[in-house]
């Protein structure tokens, strides 16, 4: 697949790039070579692939889900400006 000069300059418009008239023949060897690669790529047979999450089929280690700290709920609510049972009081900004 090949990108014109047209397309190049519309894309660099939308992007709000500028692109100097020197640089768009390297643009579009570019910009094509990039195009005929994922062609390439969709023309593969992945039917019977499996999906994977990572190639290598790395496993990410977990801490432990385990508290860490102590519950300082009783003493945040002390110096809260409003609070009512256990729960914070803040003003209303939606009517």
Request: net charge negative; hydrophobic share 45%.
């Amino acid at each position: 697949m090949s990108i014109s000069r047209e397309d190049i300059e519309k894309v660099a418009l939308l992007a709000r790039i500028r692109v100097d008239d020197a640089q768009i023949p390297a643009l579009e060897k570019d910009l094509g070579n990039i195009l005929t690669l994922v062609d390439q790529l969709a023309a593969a047979d992945t039917d019977n692939v499996e999906p994977m999450a990572h190639p290598l089929d790395a496993v990410q280690r977990l801490r432990p889900d385990e508290v860490t700290e102590s519950n300082q709920r009783e003493a945040f609510q002390a110096i809260a400006p409003a609070t009512e049972n256990g729960l914070y009081l803040v003003p209303k900004v939606i009517e």
